[in-house]
């Protein structure tokens, strides 16, 4: 339970609040919040759970994470929860990637809050991303070309919905439709949906509910598991010339 006593300490001071405070607020007395703290006394399974809900933190990761010793925390509130993500270091303080495969996507989507899921996953190191919790996700197929299928998208993770940008892509992890790579139109404010947009013109665009989005990741860069053969480079320039026309005709009709 050391975990425990450091977790409850670290998480009021956090907040600033006093022990009195924070008693008042879990119907408890003060001298009991010091004595958890200080690991003199062992809380309750109810308390815990006061404490869990009171801090949006999983129970887990109080009893099992130092969350003093975290270089970060980054919360993704989802409803009334919210999933706390530690950034990863190497000996040397330096952030690292975790990469989920292909193979181990199935298992990403019901491990994804599992601090020991996550731990066990293989990790890279690339020191010219900016600050911040990066993962790595595979694409699968051809619908945002020309991004080949077996490459992978590092993403950084993205938890106020405000910065979410128009035009920009993103790997989400959705309740219905798993791990998806699309480029977004962000109608939060209009209708509190994303429209999932495919470079891959072939691919009909549609519309998620924000509610269905359990994680988001904005794309930093991308690393290519296979070689560009020539004929395919040309067929991307064409591709991308295509798209922009596309786009600048759809202007050019809202004009009109």
């Known amino acids: 339970m050391d975990n425990l ?34 690991g003199r006394s062992l809380p ?8 869990s809900n009171y801090y949006k933190v999983p129970v887990d990761i109080l009893l099992k994470s130092n969350l003093t010793i975290e270089k970060n925390i980054s919360l993704l509130e989802l409803k009334n929860k919210r999933i706390l993500f530690p950034v990863t270091v190497d000996n040397n303080n330096e952030d690292l990637i975790d990469i989920v495969p292909t193979s181990a996507q199935a298992g990403y989507l019901s491990g994804y809050d599992d601090p020991e899921y996550i731990e066990q996953l293989k990790k890279i190191k690339l020191p010219f991303l900016p600050i ?12 945002m070309l020309p991004m080949k299928d077996g490459a ?21 992890m959705t309740l219905n439709d798993g791990i998806v790579y699309k480029r977004v139109e962000n109608n939060l404010k209009k209708n509190g949906t994303l ?23 904005e794309f930093s860069c991308s690393i290519n598991t296979q070689e560009y053969t020539e004929s395919e480079l040309k067929f991307s320039s064409i591709l991308s010339m295509f798209n922009k026309l596309g786009i600048e005709l759809e202007e050019l009709k809202k004009i009109l």
């Open 5 to 38: 006593s450091k977790n409850l300490k670290h998480l009021r001071k956090q907040k600033k609040y006093s022990q009195e405070f924070l008693a008042e607020n879990l119907g408890v007395t003060r001298s009991r919040i010091g004595s958890y703290e200080e």
């Open 44 to 51: 309750s399974l109810e308390f815990i759970v006061k404490v």
């Open 132 to 143: 911040g919790q990066h993962r790595a996700f595979p694409v699968k197929g051809d619908s």
């Open 152 to 172: 992978f998208v590092i993403g950084k993770f993205i938890e106020d919905r405000d910065d979410i940008k128009t035009g920009k892509t993103y790997v989400l």
């Open 195 to 217: 429209k999932l947009i495919s470079d891959n013109k072939k691919y009909e665009a549609y519309s998620i509910n924000i509610d269905e989005i359990i994680e988001l990741w």
